[in-house]
């Protein structure tokens, strides 16, 4: 539940374009994208997700996303059974 309730404070962080210096300092797209892996439960994933698509609203994000292949990540995503 703890780990649930850290995804959805991410995804939260990301709805604010004043956040955006911070998530870059606190490298806080690492975690976003670890959340987002198999190994972990479908609410955490789904927080994750939303994290990212919150974060392609950003223009100062979205060449970061670009770079390390975000958007292939969550094409694989919706691969994923």
Not at 37 to 66: C, Q, W
Not at 68 to 77: E, H, S, T, Y
Request: with cysteine.
């Amino acid at each position: 539940k703890t780990l649930e309730k850290l995804s959805w404070m991410c995804a939260l962080i990301c709805f604010y374009p004043d956040m955006i210096d911070e998530i870059i300092k606190l490298k806080l797209l690492d975690l976003i994208m670890q959340l987002s892996g198999p190994t972990y439960l479908t609410p955490v994933r789904a927080n994750a997700v939303l994290a990212i698509s919150l974060l392609t609203y950003h223009e100062k994000m979205f060449d970061e996303l670009i770079k390390r292949n975000v958007i292939d990540l969550v094409m694989d995503l919706c691969k994923d059974n």
